[in-house]
């Protein structure tokens, strides 16, 4: 099985200005196909696969974040 | 621990010597069924979290530490603990790496986890966890997904979910009971009824729980107990924003904010809504999984507010967006060098827009704004804008942590016999332990620490002192060996601090060869590559 963040690390690189706040899940379903990924999914598992790729998105802000 | 039937309380992390890092309780009842006699014991435990300062241990050569629980988790490399002794639950207050940080530690370790029970936001900020460390999903373990209001039973503990006010939604704090006493155990919480995203504390569930029997123990937050008067409320948040957005709202406005705050980020948004004001999250990865969290978890934030757009920074569809439609959520409220804002004014253009009548809201004051200050007062661009700060509006500023006046409301309500500080130093601890006695409390009279546990009964507490007070160190580079268990000595022992790091230090040279003078902080694409040449 690949690992959610293995995809979204190709998605990174395929896709490097794509909004992950504003994504489709259609869309995000084409970008998939891209990359060699053709299973359906649904709408939690695309979820997650957003959140891994925020995290594959290393650039901008690798801070630190106290708690309050 | 001694084989009295009672309902017993041992903090395993979090009320440490110098800090309130990786919050970890253990509880267990200790009762006689009654129909046989027979003493029966049960183990549960509330948050695993890991330490947020590893440096600050063992030469800093690990990449995390975390609370050492081999003795009622089966963990490799340790002996099994007794059945008995097992844990029978890992409950989960709220989603902070404080308080979740070493579950996906444990699972990497090959832990045998017992069931997680937490809400829906902690789950999810948990499975981030699994995903960013790379855990295959048949690994992860089984979590069970909890409202306020629920009562879990777990042999003879039972245990009520109470809803907590924190700066994330989906916090609890928990009631723990048995035949013998009730603990009542606050997590990280102020006494805010307006939590913006699912209620905050409800005081009315409060007058129940206390109807249905006394508080015997209460474990408080003990971060700010003791800062004169009370937290910010989140509805007061809302408000300041709000009119700030409305006074200016013809121009692009600038609010960092610290990212895993989820909380505010919806106060936040609700004030841009309000104000017809577009969304521009432009505070990098955590931002945008801060907001996908909330979505996932049922605040979705785009269908509560359909009159804006949310959309994420250096986007196509935030280029779209006319930036004096705006407000742009950014990272880099402490100026951290990194972040887009502290880029920007440094000379970096590119890294966000910035329009040239911008107005800046920062909701910080004191040591921790200044660099920020300085950074935007140094930058031609950015020091002539107006600028908000909490020394303006102090209601822009607000934490999650209790102040006394919210101590004072939530112990007028609970009542307890006994209140003892949990999410605190020695320091902290001992200031709220004054405050509590002041105000007429009974209290343990010092900090419990890591590993002491008290016996708990209708009668009243007991302390009993043990010596287990410790730590895993784990790193990913050594993941395929057991966790290192080593003592926290740093609670008494000024002395020995010196001599201990030494010890360690030689013990290190001798078994690993080098020691890392300041590890670097692995990249997530060198972890990912060292796991691939394992073969994994
Ligand atoms: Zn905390």
């Known amino acids: 099985m690949t690992l959610l963040i293995e995809i979204a690390q190709k998605l990174e690189e395929k896709y490097p200005k794509t909004d992950l706040i504003g994504v489709s899940d259609a869309d995000l ?9 053709h299973a359906n999914h649904d709408s939690k598992w695309l979820n997650k696969l957003k959140i891994a790729w925020t995290s594959a998105r290393t650039s901008e802000d690798d801070i630190t974040l106290p708690y309050d | 621990m001694s084989e009295e039937k009672g309902l017993y309380w041992s903090p395993r992390g979090g009320n440490n010597a110098r800090d309130f890092w990786g919050s970890c309780h253990a509880f267990t009842s200790k009762q006689e069924d009654p129909k046989t006699g027979k003493m029966e014991r049960d183990t549960i435990l509330i948050d695993l979290g890991q330490h ?6 063992e030469n800093g050569i690990y990449d995390k530490v975390v ?14 603990p007794a059945e008995d002794k097992r844990c029978r639950a890992l409950l989960l207050s709220h989603g902070h790496s404080d308080h979740i940080g070493a579950v996906a530690t444990y699972v990497q370790m090959g832990a045998k986890l017992p069931p997680i029970f937490c809400s829906k936001m902690t789950a999810n900020l948990l499975e981030k966890d699994f995903i960013e460390a790379g855990i295959d999903e048949s690994k992860w373990p ?25 700066s994330v939604p989906g916090a609890f704090s928990f009631k723990v009971s048995n035949d013998e006493a009730t603990i009542f155990h606050t997590g990280d919480t102020k006494g805010d009824p307006s939590s913006f995203l699912h209620g905050g504390v409800n005081f009315g569930d409060y007058e129940k729980i206390v109807s249905e029997g006394p508080i015997d123990l209460m474990t408080f937050d003990g971060t700010t107990a003791t800062v004169p008067g009370h937290a910010t409320y ?18 692009q406005m600038i609010l960092p904010m610290a990212p895993a705050h989820a909380e505010r ?5 609700d004030a841009c809504a309000k104000n017809g004001k577009n969304v521009i999250l432009q505070g990098g990865p955590v931002m945008d999984a801060t907001y996908l969290g909330l979505k996932d978890s049922g605040y979705d934030l785009q269908k509560y507010y359909p009159n804006i757009q949310i959309v994420g920074g250096k986007s196509e569809h935030a280029e779209k967006l006319d930036p004096k439609t705006t407000v742009v959520l950014t990272a880099g409220i402490y100026g951290e060098a990194n972040a887009p804002l502290a880029q920007f004014c440094r000379g970096n253009d590119k890294a966000m827009h910035i329009e040239p009548d911008a107005v800046i809201i920062t909701p910080l004051i004191g040591t921790r704004s200044e660099r920020l200050a300085k950074l935007l007062a140094e930058c031609p661009k950015t020091k002539n804008l107006i600028t908000y700060t909490a020394k303006d509006v102090p209601n822009l500023y607000g934490s999650g942590h209790a102040q006394r006046d919210d101590f ?9 016999k006994t209140v003892a500080p949990i999410h605190a130093s020695t320091k902290l601890a001992n200031k709220l332990n004054d405050m509590a006695s002041e105000l007429g409390y009974g209290t343990l009279g010092r900090q419990i620490r890591n590993g002491e546990s008290v016996k708990v009964t209708s009668k009243g507490c007991e302390v009993i002192e043990n010596e287990n007070q410790n730590w895993f ?5 050594t993941m395929d060996r057991p966790p290192e268990m080593f003592k926290d000595e740093y609670y008494t022992n000024e002395a020995a601090r010196a001599e201990i790091e030494k010890h360690k230090r030689a013990y290190y040279e001798k078994r690993i060869g080098k020691v890392p003078q300041n590890p670097k902080k692995t990249s997530f694409k060198e972890m990912l590559a060292k796991q691939y040449q394992r073969g994994r």
Do not use: C
């Not at chain 2, 997904?145 to 109470?162: C, P």
């Not at chain 2, 160190?473 to 580079?477: F, I, R, T, V």
């Open chain 1, 29 to 37: 379903g084409k970008m998939l196909a891209t990359v060699g990924e």
């Open chain 2, 52 to 57: 947020e300062q590893t440096r600050d241990y």
């Open chain 2, 142 to 166: 089984v979590i069970n997904e909890i409202n306020a209001g629920d009562t879990l039973e777990f042999g003879n503990i039972k245990v009520r979910t109470m809803s907590a006010s924190h």
């Open chain 2, 408 to 416: 004072i409301k939530i112990a007028e309500k609970l009542q307890p």
């Open chain 2, 265 to 269: 980020m919806a106060a936040i948004i």
């Open chain 2, 473 to 477: 160190g784990w790193s990913k580079a």
């Open chain 2, 234 to 251: 989140e509805a007061d948040v809302n408000k300041a924003y709000s009119d700030l957005i409305k006074k200016h709202s013809d121009k």
């Open chain 2, 67 to 80: 609370p050492a629980l081999a003795d009622m988790i089966e963990v490799p490399g340790y002996p099994p």
